[in-house]
């Protein structure tokens, strides 16, 4: 998250781009602007598409607690995850997620963007 929403990459955050996180992670925050960040979230190389690998890495990460050493999926499993995300999202059938491909499913999840948030009590 630091690096996406550092406006210079580094290893610091400034306090207009702690507002700015905050204010994307907000409930009331839009389901475009939610979209745009999760993508460079997920898109950890910068390649402003996310591919097999990305979102291998992606449910890897949800699936896996921190601490843990081992992967709750085997590799068959973590296979058909990932194709049957490429069979929702990828519209055009191309092998990978387009910017625009992503931002038209999250955009239209109400589930994604209830999930893309961070509640302060």
């Known amino acids: 998250l630091l690096q996406v929403f550092t406006h210079s990459g580094g290893d610091f ?8 996180m905050m204010s994307v992670l907000s409930p009331s925050a839009s389901a475009l602007a939610k ?7 997920y898109d950890t190389q910068n390649k402003h598409i996310l591919d097999r690998d990305d979102i291998a890495k992606v449910i890897q990460d ?7 050493t081992e992967d709750k999926l ?3 499993e973590l296979r058909v995850i990932v194709d049957n995300v490429l069979k929702e999202v ?3 059938g191309d092998g990978y997620i387009t910017y625009e491909e992503f931002v038209q499913m999250a955009s239209a ?3 994604f ?3 893309f948030k961070i509640i302060l009590n």
């Open 13 to 20: 955050m400034e306090f207009e781009d702690y507002l700015n």
């Open 35 to 41: 979209a745009r960040w999760a993508f460079k979230v």
């Open 62 to 68: 949800i699936t896996t607690s921190e601490g843990e």
């Open 74 to 76: 085997n590799n068959e």
């Open 90 to 92: 990828d519209l055009s």
């Open 109 to 111: 999840s109400q589930e």
């Open 113 to 115: 963007v209830d999930s």
